[in-house]
Every structure is written in structure tokens, then in C-alpha cells.
């Protein structure tokens, strides 16, 4: 507490820089030899505003209170939630999910005026013995539909045991998203609604990690030419539409092949499966990483080879010519 007409007393001591001004204004103070908030005050105003701006003085006059600076409370963050008491209790599913079918149409209707999308919805199912069950479930892309919100629900709402009977229940939108409004009928979106659908109910069930997809990545090295990501957490990104030789759908580590004859190889074994070559297209050759140390390409370059067998499969095979090693690899298989 500071005693009236006592607070340049308690400020002046203070550096100047407690004055909430920018940096380059406080340093050049401190070139001046003006340190201190008592140092400002010695001084006159005019030059000061000349030099450093009339935002210095301002920060000043509040800092002593000549100025008024009002003080307003951070706007709440929004909350989006519903509940609804029932006057008797309930227990069977159908009966929980007609009651959230109601729930979600106001819980969407909120979120619609507000121009938001859920990403994760909580159900709490309050039981007439005062106890809870809650059901959680998350959403792949942020969404306002009561219909498909609800279908991720059946299941966990299912494995509640309702006691002796519910008699209220709560609905949150416990993480949001801006969600614009989407022109009805457009068939991209029903395709990107349908792909999220699928990831949603797949994630609630193997935990969204496990559900991954692949986006492109900034390597001529084919087993870092992609990511793989939670496709619930990372949008669709295509990959780059280059000229350059194809790539097998299917990668592995590279694997050794077995009496090998010819360069390309004519003859071959793999997998303990003898193969004979009806077509080779190659080589691409495809240099290391000098930035990484990787040990699978310290052997040098790599020759890439694509091989059509009379068997059937065609496969991606490499040799490394600068090693001086006669070994062939598969590495990839083209579907």
C-alpha cells in the first residue's frame, strides 16, 4: 500500500523500463543517462515527446496516476453446453439417445450462432444414486451436424450401466474450432465428411494416434519422401506433381537378393521365390544426404531399377556401383 502522494517516491527508483514502453525508446534513454522513472521527471516534457514519441509521456502520466488507464476484465470464453432434467428416471440406450438427440440439436444450434465447430463432446450421465458416467468422444473435423455427432456416441453410450436410472444429463463442447458455413449439396464436402466420419469412429475406438496418413516431404531419398502423421490432427496435403521417375506404392528395408545373374540382373531369387526379368527401365540414380548421417546410405549412391518379372511382380531393385559390392537389393514393389 502505497500512502497518498507517495508513489513517485515508491516508482522513481524503478527503471525505466517499467514503464511498459518498447525497448529501442528504453535503450535510448539509457544512452541519455536517464535510467531511472525519477530521471523522467527532471526533465522537460517537450523534448522528450519530441524524441521519443508521445507514447513515452503517456505511460508515464499513468504509471503516476495523472492519467486515467482503465482497467477491463478479459471477455469469458465462450462455453457451449446444454443439459436437460428428466422427471423420471431412464435406462434403456434408446431411450439416452433419444434424450441427446435433443441435446445435440440445441448444443448445434449454439454453436452455429457462434460460427464454431466441435471437436470433442462430453456426455455426463447423472444417475439417481448422485453418481456419474461420462462418455467421451472425439471428432476428426470440426463439425456441427446432431446426426453424425450422435452416431459417435451409440457405442460408449451403450456400455453405460444406467443403476437404478438416469435423470439428467449434460452435454459440453469441450474443444471448439471456427467452423464457416458450407454451401449445401457440395459434393467435396460430403466426400471430406464421410473420410472424417470414418476417421472419428476408428479414432474413438484405437485412440486418434493410431489413425495416420501420409503428406509429402522435401527428399530425393525415397524412405524420406513422406510423413506419416494423425491424419485427425493434419489436413490433406497433395503431393507435388514433378516429373520424375515413378515410385513404388509399397516400401520395406532393403532386402538381399539371391543368385543374382546379369546387371540388371536376369535371374534372381527373393523371398525364396526364383523370378526371370521380362522388362528393366533404369537406372535412376539417387545420391545421399551429405546433411544426414544416415548408415543404410553410407555405401554411396544407389542404382534404381524397375523390373517387370515373368512371374508377376514388379519390383523396385538398387545396387550401390561406388561400394564395388556386387549385392542387388528390393526395396519396393509397384502395384
Excluded at 121 to 130: A, G, I, K, P, Y
Amino acid at each position: 500500500m502505497i500512502p497518498e502522494g507517495g508513489l513517485l517516491s515508491q516508482l522513481g527508483p524503478m527503471p525505466v523500463s517499467a514503464l511498459r514502453i518498447e525497448a529501442p525508446v528504453a535503450d535510448g534513454l539509457t544512452r541519455l543517462g536517464l535510467h531511472k522513472i525519477a530521471d523522467l521527471t527532471a526533465v522537460p516534457r517537450a523534448p522528450l515527446a519530441r524524441r521519443f514519441g508521445a507514447e513515452l509521456l503517456r505511460r508515464l502520466d499513468q504509471a503516476l496516476g495523472t492519467q486515467a488507464e482503465p482497467v477491463a476484465a478479459e471477455a469469458d470464453a465462450l462455453h457451449f453446453g446444454v443439459r436437460m432434467t428428466l422427471p423420471e428416471p431412464i435406462g434403456l440406450t434408446a431411450d439416452v439417445m433419444g434424450v441427446l438427440d435433443r441435446l445435440l440439436i440445441r448444443l448445434c444450434d449454439k454453436l452455429a450462432s457462434a460460427q464454431m465447430g466441435a471437436r470433442a463432446v462430453r456426455l455426463e450421465l447423472m444417475r439417481v444414486d448422485r453418481s456419474a458416467a461420462v462418455v467421451n468422444v472425439g471428432i476428426a473435423r470440426a463439425m456441427r451436424d446432431p446426426v453424425r455427432i450422435s452416431a459417435l456416441f451409440l457405442k460408449g453410450v451403450d456400455e453405460v450401466d444406467s443403476g437404478f436410472g438416469i435423470d439428467g444429463l449434460r452435454l459440453t463442447a469441450t474443444v471448439t474450432e471456427s467452423l464457416a458455413p458450407e454451401q449445401i449439396g457440395n459434393a467435396q464436402a460430403r466426400a471430406e465428411d464421410e473420410l472424417s466420419d470414418l476417421i472419428s469412429r476408428i479414432g474413438n475406438r484405437l485412440g486418434f494416434d493410431a489413425v495416420q496418413r501420409f503428406l509429402p516431404a522435401s527428399s530425393r531419398i525415397p524412405e524420406r519422401s513422406f510423413l506419416t502423421v494423425p491424419a485427425a490432427y493434419a489436413a490433406t496435403e497433395a503431393f507435388p506433381a514433378k516429373r520424375r521417375p515413378r515410385r513404388p506404392i509399397t516400401l520395406f528395408p532393403a532386402e538381399v537378393l539371391a543368385q543374382v545373374s546379369g546387371s540388371p540382373p536376369a535371374r534372381f531369387s527373393w523371398r525364396r521365390m526364383g523370378f526371370t526379368t521380362l522388362r528393366a527401365h533404369g537406372p535412376e540414380r539417387i545420391t545421399p544426404e551429405w546433411w544426414f548421417d544416415d548408415p543404410a546410405w553410407r555405401s554411396g549412391v544407389r542404382d534404381y531399377w524397375r523390373i517387370e518379372t515373368n512371374e508377376g511382380p514388379r519390383l523396385w531393385l538398387f545396387r550401390t556401383p561406388q561400394s564395388g559390392a556386387r549385392d542387388w537389393y528390393a526395396q519396393g514393389v509397384f502395384l
